[in-house]
């Protein structure tokens, strides 16, 4: 079951960002850290109380006009209204209800979401509840006093945020059909993709970058099996400048992926793999999906004998922190290798999947520790005892050692060759988490 999406709206300087900040704590740096991963905090994974959600921050207004301000919120309520569960609609007490608030309040009213009415830089209940009172002018619902800075009344925001999440998850009928998402930069091919899989025309295609509105489920037969894809959407608007078109996709592709165990990155190979393909690929990569690197567009690529070769190391260089991902050169429109595809994605839902008995993996980790001795530091070395599995989606290994501090992360990558060497795991990353145990 994938997460809620929460989405936050706002005119500028009203503290979006703030609250995006206090809320994702310190999970953002880890956003951050990670190779290829997007650098614009744009969504972050928040825990509140027992329950996990996505959030994510609509941003980006910059203050030029009034209409201009107005018309960005439009396209920020719509990115929330069409992606997000619950939206947090945020308002700025000191400047008091604006125009532009309740031009968007309208449109979100109209969304039939649930909408959670913010009312920021509340410092002091007693000074500010009077003006408070003037923001249920917009209509939707009591609004919620807080202080996005000083982290005043957040709890009962989230309260009233986790209302609207579904409950009774495990009640619902389970879909256990394979989820795919066809996620990329726009106009890169995916729908064509979708088109060609299916057999027939299911999602128009258009040469219009971001002519696909929202992610949309598409049920592919194959073989007997049937699959679920999903085609993140590109954009509404077509004279987006390029850097809210990115944010957007990406906000797009975090809420597919979310759904997903496979999730295929489509790169248009007239243009080669960017940078923008990495902050993709690097959604997937943190989540733990299986992973194929699809290269569309094959056919219009001159070609001698090195061309895949050196497209292959391009892709692997750029997108070095996911060097397990299976790479599979495409032609959309032609139709080449796209039957391939079906056994790829088996392939790697098996082995995302795959669990491996611990007396077997600890002949694995015996062998390892005789071959290349663990890392010392001041005269005491690391002692590897025992390492089981404990989750799949992703394979997911604990390994106890006596100290952690230790566990060189270079050390773990040579375990985790070793682990690969014995069972291929292709497709799918691997996570190990390590766990102090004391010598007897």
């Not at 300087?13 to 991963?37: C, H, M, W």
């Not at 809210?244 to 496979?262: G, H, K, M, N, W």
């Not at 992360?409 to 190990?432: P, V």
Request: charged residues 30%; glycine residues 6%; negative net charge.
């Amino acid at each position: 079951m994938s997460k809620p999406v929460v989405a936050i709206v706002g005119r500028p300087n009203v503290g979006k960002s703030t609250l995006f900040n206090v809320l994702a704590g310190e999970r953002i740096s880890i956003v951050q850290d990670t190779p290829g991963v997007t650098r614009d905090r744009i969504y972050a994974d928040v825990t509140w109380l027992n329950m996990a959600f996505t959030l994510i921050d609509t941003g980006g207004i910059e203050p030029e006009s009034k209409d201009i301000i107005l018309s960005q919120m439009r396209e920020q309520a719509q990115i929330a209204i069409d992606t997000a569960d619950v939206i947090i609609f945020i308002t700025d007490v000191r400047q008091g209800l604006v125009d532009a608030d309740s031009k968007v309040a309208d449109m979100l009213r109209r969304s039939k979401k649930p909408v959670i009415l913010v009312v920021n830089k509340v410092d002091s209940f007693e000074k500010f509840m009077p003006d408070v009172y003037e923001f249920y002018n917009l209509g939707i619902g009591d609004p919620i006093p807080i202080s996005a800075a000083s982290r005043l009344g957040l709890g009962d925001m989230l309260d009233e945020v986790a209302k609207y999440f579904p409950e009774d998850v495990e009640d619902e009928v389970e879909d256990d059909r394979p989820k795919v998402a066809i996620i990329g930069k726009p106009n890169v091919g995916k729908s064509s993709l979708i088109n060609k899989l299916g057999g027939e025309e299911r999602v128009i295609v258009s040469d219009i970058a971001g002519t696909t509105r929202d992610a949309i489920d598409t049920a592919i037969k194959y073989h007997g099996t049937e699959y679920v894809f999903i085609d993140t959407a590109g954009l509404r608007r077509k004279n987006k400048i390029k850097e809210e078109l990115e944010r957007y996709s990406i906000i797009r592709a975090v809420t597919a992926v979310e759904r997903a165990d496979v999730v295929i990155i489509v790169i248009d190979a007239t243009e080669g793999v960017t940078e923008q393909d990495a902050k993709i690929a690097g959604i997937a990569h943190e989540r733990g999906k299986g992973i194929i690197i699809a290269v569309n567009k094959w056919d219009a690529v001159e070609k001698d004998d090195k061309t895949i070769y050196k497209h292959t190391e391009r892709i692997r260089e750029i997108l070095s922190f996911m060097p397990y991902a299976e790479i599979l050169f495409i032609s959309a429109k032609t139709g080449q290798r796209t039957g391939k595809l079906f056994e790829m994605i088996d392939m790697v839902l098996e082995n995302n999947s795959m669990r491996v008995a611990t007396g077997v993996l600890n002949e694995i980790m015996s062998e390892a520790v005789a071959m290349q001795q663990p890392p010392s530091d001041k005269g005491k070395r690391l002692k590897l005892y025992y390492i089981t599995q404990v989750a799949v989606k992703p394979p997911t290994f604990v390994i106890f050692v006596n100290d952690k501090e230790l566990m060189h992360f270079s050390y773990t990558r040579y375990l985790e060759n070793r682990i690969r060497d014995a069972f291929g795991f292709k497709g799918t990353s691997l996570k190990f988490i390590i766990r102090e145990r004391k010598e007897d």
